[in-house]
């Protein structure tokens, strides 16, 4: 599939602020066999004084800015163009087992940013819980191939927890998530990693672009798309990492497009600084994920 993505990212605030630091992932990542980008344009305003930009350790492109002159109002806005190749799913009852893809992880010396390694242990927003672990442990025999216990845990969250937005924030931590059962598709996705890593399953947290389809007949909305979070499970030096999106209890596919991959949230949150003033600030997001016919490959995001 290739899509042409619009993001329209607003920050209204109560009062003017006088300098504004922050951090942007929202540049969709190159990956290789499974994601391509074609094209990237990041627009900011009002205009930054200073900005910088690069990748982070795993991969994903960061742009960090500078504003120091007041203002009352940001915007920030981006349009990409890209390919997304999906490859079958492996069967999920071929897959090592549990004990054999832990065992792999540990005993590797590869520290780079695919290793899963970086998946199998606690991180900022997601701490271990025994409770979480216990609910996951249903699942995950040892014996089991990991590929089949993964979707399980994943059709569990789907159908015990309630999708319930306003019910959490983005520093609820996933043992409140799981004890409410209920969230959003980042309380779903860091239920799923401690979960997993609580019984030794490399897994990390992703962030992108959810295409949605409106019902037959109906037109679709400009900005009705919408950003989602979902994991990805480390399946073995063969398979390597699968997508599995709880929220929606499918694998990741072609209507997923990757903005930035971490351990979890903290690592990939798409806008994340400091602003020196006071008051209350309003955030409004709209998102469009476009198909793009084949026969416009050559044209220009726009």
Known sequence: MLYDIRQTTSYTYAAPVRANRQVLRLSPVDRKGH??????????????????????????????MVIDAAHDRLEISTRSRVEVIVGPLPEPMLTPTIAEVRAVALASTELGPASPVHGMFASRSVPLDLAVTE???????????????????????????????????VTTLPAEA??????????????????????????????????????????????????????????????????????????????????????????????????????????????DVIPVERSQAEAPAS
């Open 178 to 287: 799981f004890a409410a059962r209920s969230g959003v598709c980042q309380d779903f996705a860091h239920v799923m990693i401690a979960g997993l890593r609580g019984v030794g399953v490399p897994v990390r947290y992703v962030s992108g672009y959810l295409r949605t389809v409106p019902p037959e007949g109906t037109p679709r909305l400009e900005g009705a798309d919408a950003t989602h979070a979902w994991v990805e499970v480390w399946c073995g030096d063969s398979a390597g990492w699968i997508g599995l999106d709880p929220t929606n209890a499918i694998p990741a596919g072609e209507d997923h497009v990757i903005l930035a991959i971490g351990r979890d949230y903290a690592d990939v949150s798409p806008v994340d600084g400091v602003v020196v003033s006071s008051g209350t600030q309003i955030l409004a997001v709209g998102v």
């Open 35 to 64: 994601q391509h980008v074609i094209a990237h344009m990041l627009d900011i305003s009002p205009r930054p004084s200073e900005i910088e930009r690069g990748r982070d350790f795993f991969g994903n492109g960061v742009a960090w």
């Open 135 to 169: 609910w996951a442990e249903a699942s995950c025999a040892e014996d089991r191939p990991i590929l089949a216990a993964a979707l399980e845990v994943m059709h569990r969250i789907h159908d015990e927890f309630t999708y319930k937005p306003g019910a959490t924030t």
